[in-house]
Each structure stands twice: as C-alpha cells, then as structure tokens.
C-alpha cells in the first residue's frame, strides 16, 4: 500500500511539471502564434489550452504510474521536492474543482433571476425564451437542456430579420459546446492563462458569426443587431457558463467589420482538424505496440525529472 502511494505521489510530481512545462509551451506557441495570424481557429486556440492538462494527465495515468509500479525499486528515495510537486498537482486540481463549483452556483443564481417571468418567444417554441428580467440582451444558458434568453427590450429593438440573425448566433454556440468548453477551461487552471482564454472566447463568437451567416443579407442583419444592441444595452461579462451576443465589448467592432466585409468562404482550415484525430489514433496505437520500451523510456524520464 505504501508502494502504490509513492507510485501515486511520484506521478502527481510528474504530472505538476508536465503540465507547467506543456501550458508554458502552449503559451509561448499562442504568442509566436499572433504574430502569423490576427485571428487563429477558435479550434486551435481551444486545443493550445486543453491540451497541456489531457497530454500530462494521459501520460501520467497510462505511462508514469504503471512504469513506477513495474520499474521502481521497494525503497524510499523521494525526497522533499518530490512532495512538493504532487501537493502543487493536488492543488491545480482543487482550484478547478472550486472554480467549476464555484462558478456553476452563481450561474445558477443568475440565470434561475433571469428565468423568473419568461415565457416561449412563440406558443410552440421551448428553446428561446423571453424574458423581462434577463441580464444580456441574448444569452445561451444550459448545457444539458440549453435555451437561448431574449431580452424584452432587445426583441422591441430588433427587427425580425436582426432577431432571427442573432438567435442563430446563439444557436451555433450551443452547436459548438461552447458552455461545456467554459466549464472544461475552469477546470484546468494555469497561471498566465486568462489572455490565452480571452482570445478563445473572442474567437468563439467569430467563429459563431461566421456559422450563423450563409449570404450576404443575413451578415447584415446580425451587424445591424450587434451595432443596435451594444449602443442600447450597457456592455457586461456574461454569467460564467453561458455565452451572450455582446457580451464581450471590444470584439463588438471587429465582429461587425468582418460581417459587413462578408463573403462566401468554405473556410477549408477549419476541416483540417478531422485528421488530427486518426493521427493521434495512429500515435496512440504505436505506443501500445512499442509499451515496454516505452515504460522503460519514462521511468527513466521520471527519475531525472522528479526529485
């Protein structure tokens, strides 16, 4: 028993510098990245800070710990640093615990105060709600059962054509997972990370005008809802773990600019990611074929490594 917890605490350590020197890679990447692109894919953004976490928690759970129970001999030799890092593991973990629970509770508080008193924006329609007491003009709440949330006085704002733009917007959020993306980002805290996270959800709501737009008409449409709402309603952070249509001030004039500069595009980036996933299939597979030397090889990483 004592073996498997030196084999757990080993591979925390492990994992806490795993996942510092990934985010700072990632970092850096993002960084070297801006001067390249103005706007990256709001998939690669997402991947440069997911990433990190799935890549140390993977190989500290398939390769360090299974490497240190077959590898490592039955005596003590960790020292205090060894310690330290596994406590720095067990609080990255922690912190986004809290930060999820934290921010699901106060999500939960605002959205149920917006709720109060909403009605279907029509009799048969369960999805798009108006509501008199909303805190953005529209906002994608839920992630199980999501609804889109309209505000009184952005549906007397709007024309039908603007309505209709902006609550596709939403609608290709919620296409996208983008709330469960927020609660998977306040589960893998970094420091350094907020502007990296910025960036993301500046690139989320581009990426959500471009899906929501298919001709030249329906860009215009949602320039003109975003030109009227962000003079109409006072500029706010949406609540943790929704998305809202303008709810990221400074993005209002790029996304606007980039709508009434619209043309038809395939966008063939963004299909390129499908063949992420058979190479890391391919990846995975050659490392199953290969697993001792590999068990091997980081063992002997871990021992450098880890004090």
């Given at each position: 028993m004592?073996?498997?917890?030196?084999g757990?605490?080993?591979?925390?350590a492990?994992?806490?510098?795993?996942y510092s020197l990934?985010?700072c890679?990632?970092l850096?990447?993002?960084?070297g990245?801006r001067?390249?692109?103005?706007?990256?894919?709001?998939?690669?953004?997402?991947?440069l800070?997911v990433?990190p976490?799935?890549?140390?928690a993977?190989?500290t759970?398939?390769?360090?710990?299974?490497?240190?129970?077959?590898?490592?001999?039955h005596?003590m030799?960790?020292d205090l640093?060894?310690?330290?890092?596994?406590?720095?593991a067990?609080l990255f973990v922690?912190a986004?615990?809290?930060?999820?629970?934290?921010?699901?509770?106060t999500?939960?508080q605002?959205?149920?105060?917006?709720?109060?008193?909403?009605?279907?924006l029509?009799a048969d329609?369960a999805?798009?709600?108006v509501s008199?007491?909303?805190v953005?003009?529209?906002?994608?709440?839920g992630?199980r059962?999501?609804?889109v949330?309209i505000s009184?006085?952005?549906?007397?704002?709007?024309s039908?054509g603007?309505?209709?733009?902006?609550?596709q917007?939403e609608?290709?959020?919620?296409r996208a997972?983008d709330?469960l993306?927020k609660?998977?980002l306040?589960?893998?805290p970094?420091?350094?990370?907020a502007?990296l996270?910025?960036a993301?959800?500046?690139?989320?709501?581009?990426?959500?005008?471009n899906r929501?737009?298919?001709?030249r008409?329906?860009a215009l449409?949602?320039?003109?809802a975003?030109?009227?709402l962000s003079r109409r309603?006072?500029?706010q952070a949406?609540p943790?773990?929704t998305?809202?249509l303008?709810?990221?001030?400074?993005?209002v004039t790029?996304?606007?600019?980039r709508l009434?500069a619209w043309k038809e595009?395939?966008?063939p980036a963004?299909?390129?990611w499908?063949?992420?996933?058979p190479?890391?299939f391919?990846?995975?597979?050659g490392?199953?074929?290969k697993l001792?030397?590999?068990l091997?090889?980081?063992?002997s990483?871990t021992?450098?490594?880890?004090?």
């Amino acid at each position: 028993m004592i073996f498997v917890a030196r084999g757990m605490m080993v591979s925390l350590a492990f994992f806490s510098l795993a996942y510092s020197l990934l985010s700072c890679l990632a970092l850096l990447s993002w960084r070297g990245m801006r001067f390249f692109s103005r706007h990256p894919s709001v998939d690669l953004l997402f991947s440069l800070r997911v990433l990190p976490f799935v890549f140390s928690a993977a190989i500290t759970g398939f390769l360090a710990f299974p490497s240190f129970l077959l590898l490592e001999a039955h005596t003590m030799d960790e020292d205090l640093g060894t310690f330290a890092l596994s406590i720095s593991a067990c609080l990255f973990v922690g912190a986004g615990l809290y930060q999820v629970i934290s921010a699901a509770a106060t999500t939960r508080q605002v959205v149920a105060e917006c709720l109060e008193g909403a009605r279907g924006l029509r009799a048969d329609d369960a999805t798009s709600l108006v509501s008199p007491q909303s805190v953005l003009p529209l906002m994608l709440i839920g992630i199980r059962v999501p609804k889109v949330v309209i505000s009184e006085a952005a549906r007397e704002v709007l024309s039908e054509g603007e309505l209709r733009a902006a609550l596709q917007h939403e609608v290709e959020h919620l296409r996208a997972r983008d709330n469960l993306k927020k609660v998977v980002l306040s589960f893998i805290p970094f420091p350094l990370m907020a502007e990296l996270e910025r960036a993301w959800q500046e690139a989320a709501e581009l990426a959500a005008d471009n899906r929501a737009v298919s001709s030249r008409e329906e860009a215009l449409d949602l320039a003109a809802a975003l030109i009227k709402l962000s003079r109409r309603f006072p500029p706010q952070a949406a609540p943790a773990f929704t998305t809202g249509l303008v709810s990221i001030p400074g993005s209002v004039t790029t996304r606007v600019e980039r709508l009434l500069a619209w043309k038809e595009d395939s966008d063939p980036a963004h299909h390129r990611w499908r063949y992420a996933v058979p190479l890391a299939f391919a990846a995975i597979l050659g490392l199953a074929l290969k697993l001792g030397s590999v068990l091997i090889l980081m063992h002997s990483l871990t021992e450098r490594l880890v004090p």
